[in-house]
C-alpha cells in the first residue's frame, strides 16, 4: 500500500512510520527518531516497588512464624527474640510503605505527564494509530491516510513531528471515547434500502 502525502501530493517518497524508524538505508536522525518513536507503555508497577512488596510479603510471613513459636514454647520470650520479631515486623511495615510511596509517584509522575496513555488498553490504542501513520520524507511531515483505522475513518492533514505525540494521543483519545476504532477485517455496513 502506498499513500499519498496531503502537503506535497507525492506518493513515491511516503512510508509507514513504523517502517521509517526501523529503515537503515536512509535512516532518520536522533532527534527526529524520537519525534516519531511510539510513547512508551504504561508500566503498573516497577521492579522496586515489586521486590519491596515481597520482601515485605517474607517479612510479615517471618513475623507471623516468629510470634506462634513464641506463643507455643511457652517459655518465656528471651530479649533476643522479641527485638528480632520487632524488627522484622518494622521492616515489613517499611517495606509496604516504601512500596506504596513508589507507586503514588509514579502515578504523580504519570498524571503530570498528563496522565495518558494511563493504562494499558489506553496505549493499545496510541500503539494502533501509530502503526498507521505515515511518515513524507520529501516535506517532513507525518499524517494518517483515509481508512487507515476502519472504513470511513478520515484523513489527518500534514503534522510537524513536533506535533506528532500529541496529535497520537489526541486521536486515541476520541477513538476511546466512541468505543475504539472499527476492526480492520470488518466490512462497511451495507447502506440502508430506500424507504417505500
Known sequence: MTAVCPS????????????ALRDRDVPLDKPDRGLLDVPPEPVGRSGVSTGLLLLAAFSSLWTVRAVLTLVRSGSAATAGQVVATVVVATVMAGSY?????LRRAADRRQ???GGWPASSEQWKLVHRVWQ?????????????????LGPGFPASGPLSFEHFRDWLTGTA?????LGGFAPADRKPAAPAAPAA
Open 8 to 19: 506535497c501530493s507525492l506518493a513515491d517518497r511516503t512510508v509507514p512510520v513504523p517502517a
Open 97 to 101: 510503605w516504601a512500596s506504596s510511596a
Open 111 to 113: 498524571a503530570a505527564k
Open 132 to 148: 498507521a501513520a505515515w511518515l513524507c520524507r520529501n516535506c517532513r511531515a507525518a499524517f494518517l491516510p483515509a481508512g487507515a
Open 173 to 177: 483519545r476520541q477513538a476511546e471515547q
